[in-house]
């Protein structure tokens, strides 16, 4: 942790503590992550829509063949309509069939823009379309201001806008974290300075928290030591989050990059194939850290939009409009393809380009949200205004 996330994660805390609120809110056990695609994934290419012959036609060289036992880059069946990418075979596929995820075609904004900074900035802050937006309110600190004991943290080098807003969250650069650049004698020593101030618990809470995700990290790493293969990217980071979710956080966040696909973005391998590879084996990774608590956590994996369903020229895909969201947990009623849908053909393409979207993502996490925390409709205005949940039956 950076000596700059060290004080902000104090001071972010020690408010927390000091202010000392005590609010009514049921399921303060359950825990959420929201899992940021950055870049727009390809939804197409993952949740395959094989039983759509103008799949076949809009994607000549992208395309995964459609479901074979004999044929190992074959997609893999989920329904009669739908399959799923085979570098998720080992990791996502399992849980499907376990029925703890489910995914959701057609979801997304009704923003429009296809600018990745607006559109993420757009689901970042959930505020309803067509108002003034608040730049200094993100959707997840609404939510963090509605739960009892809540604990937040942000997966993330700096702030991101979806914790924005309410009190503040400590952030953690979780693919940096290294030995602590202050000793025990020098905290020591900081604290004492602060003893007699309004800082006092802000700067011990902080260093707390810098103390027990270094003991996690640390931990982690000496397990990978003994023979074991070390984990890298996206999993070596998934799995430390699940560790702190499972310890000492409840309410967390994490972006992943690289998901922008325009040139050989790869059909059952190549780029795309081994972005996902790395995020199914992390999200599979983190359930299995976060153990037992697996049972009340719900992961929801999300991005800024879809992307084109056509192909281009450089046998990649473009900026588009609904995406698929995933569903993963150990309560979810998954094993299945939820929520509105329409056929994935030329006719149903939004302004002939890219998938509608069917179910606003607003109304998706609220239901959500309703399901998983109890929360009322009072509460859930506070997060998302505007917006009637929508209940597809997740949990």
Do not use: C
């Amino acid at each position: 942790m950076h000596r700059r996330d060290l004080l902000r994660a104090a001071l972010a805390l020690g408010t927390a503590t000091v202010a000392g609120r005590v609010w009514a809110a049921p399921r303060a056990d359950a825990r959420l992550l929201v899992v940021f695609l950055r870049g727009a994934y390809d939804a197409a290419g993952v949740v395959i829509p094989t039983g759509s012959d103008f799949y076949y036609r809009a994607r000549p060289t992208l395309a995964l063949a459609r479901p074979s036992a004999a044929d190992p880059a074959a997609a893999l069946p989920l329904d009669a309509e739908w399959s799923l990418h085979p570098a998720l075979r080992d990791t996502i596929l399992p849980l499907f069939a376990r029925g703890q995820a489910a995914f959701v075609p057609f979801a997304g904004t009704d923003d429009v823009t296809r600018s990745h900074f607006e559109t993420q900035d757009t689901i970042e802050m959930g505020q309803a379309a067509g108002a003034a937006r608040d730049y200094t309110s993100g959707f997840m600190a609404r939510l963090a201001a509605e739960l009892t004991r809540a604990r937040p943290v942000a997966f993330a080098e700096q702030m991101p806008l979806i914790f924005r807003g309410g009190e503040p969250v400590p952030n953690v650069a979780i693919h940096q974290v290294g030995k602590p650049g202050i000793d025990e004698r020098q905290a020591r020593l900081i604290a004492s300075m602060y003893r007699e101030s309004p800082l006092a618990g802000a700067i011990e809470e902080g260093f707390r928290v810098r103390d027990a995700v270094y003991q996690t990290v640390s931990e982690h790493a000496m397990q990978a030591d003994r023979g074991a293969v070390s984990p890298k990217g996206f999993e070596r980071a998934a799995r430390r989050i699940g560790r702190l979710m499972r310890d000492q956080f409840t309410l967390g966040f994490v972006d992943v990059g690289g998901w922008d696909t325009h040139v050989n973005q790869g059909g059952a391998s190549g780029y795309l194939a081994d972005r996902l590879g790395e995020l199914g084996r992390g999200l599979a990774g983190f359930a299995q850290e976060i153990g037992p608590g697996w049972a009340d956590t719900v992961v929801v994996v999300l991005s800024e939009f879809g992307r084109t369903f056509r192909e281009n020229g450089n046998r990649g895909t473009d900026h588009g409009h609904g995406s698929v969201y995933w569903v993963l947990g150990g309560a979810v009623r998954g094993g299945r393809i939820a929520g509105p849908q329409v056929p994935a053909d030329e006719a149903h393409l939004f302004q002939n380009r890219d998938y509608p979207v069917l179910t606003d993502y607003r109304a998706l996490l609220a239901g959500l949200l309703a399901r998983l925390y109890g929360l009322d409709q009072a509460a859930l205005r506070r997060v998302f205004a505007g917006v009637a949940p929508a209940d597809l039956g997740l949990l």
